[in-house]
């Protein structure tokens, strides 16, 4: 896997886990009791967006790793996901 692969491999992992990281700990206003003028009461109350970037960067990190490792190191490729899924015959 060249640097270009891992990176775009990267990119979209980020935005994956990014979507499974942002419920975390979300509060809304309703909840917190401070509705603001003009917003949703189901509006987030301080989401904490820069830790959420932060956990996102390192799980994609990590998934990532494990990607490159399983395809340049243990030679994965389309072959061996058909063995992952599929029943031996």
């Excluded at 975390?24 to 109350?45: C, D, F, K, Y």
């Excluded at 990190?61 to 399983?70: E, K, L, R, S």
């Amino acid at each position: 896997m060249n640097f270009a692969s891992v990176i775009a491999v990267y990119f979209v992992v980020w935005w994956i886990v990014l979507f499974a990281v942002l419920p975390w700990g979300m509060r809304t206003q309703e909840e917190e009791g401070e509705v603001i003028l003009g917003t949703v009461p189901s509006a987030p109350h301080n989401p904490k967006l820069v830790q959420k970037a932060i956990a996102t960067s390192i799980v994609a990190a990590i998934v990532t790793f494990g990607i490159w490792y399983g395809v340049d190191q243990l030679g994965w490729g389309v072959e061996e996901l058909g063995e992952l899924f599929l029943p031996k015959q």
